[in-house]
């Protein structure tokens, strides 16, 4: 049997149950939730960095939103404050769609 040792999605225990095979889960504390979460994040951002269309980009990308969905409410807010954080931040600072590349800064 295959060890994974890695977060899924909620709905995965289910998925493999419907193709027959049996597995092993647990419900993580939430030390290891957090950990794992992180790690998680990594994964995709990864998979997002591999992706060689622009489909499957947007699939990773969805797949780190939901991430950062998790990761907001495990810290005790929601995706809307993170946007609203992110929009007051592009108002002082700007978002990235300018694509300027800052090569140094005269002291």
């Known amino acids: 049997m295959p060890t994974y040792n890695k977060l899924v999605r909620d709905k995965i225990p ?3 149950e419907a193709t027959g095979k049996k597995y ?3 419900i993580l ?3 290891d939730y957090i950990k794992y979460l992180k790690e998680k994040s990594y994964e995709e ?3 997002y960095c591999a992706a060689q ?3 499957n980009a947007v699939e990773e990308l969805a ?3 939901e991430i950062i969905h998790a990761l ?3 810290h005790g807010s ?3 404050e993170v946007e609203k954080v992110r929009e007051e931040k592009a108002e002082k600072r700007g978002g990235f769609l300018e694509k300027i590349f800052l090569v140094e800064v005269e002291d």
Do not use: P, R, T
Request: glycine share 0%; charged share 35%.
């Open 45 to 47: 951002l990864d998979e």
């Open 14 to 16: 289910q998925v493999i």
């Open 53 to 55: 269309s622009n489909e």
């Open 24 to 26: 092993k889960s647990e």
């Open 78 to 80: 929601s995706i809307e």
């Open 29 to 31: 504390n939430d030390q």
């Open 63 to 65: 797949d780190l939103l």
């Open 72 to 74: 907001a409410i495990y």
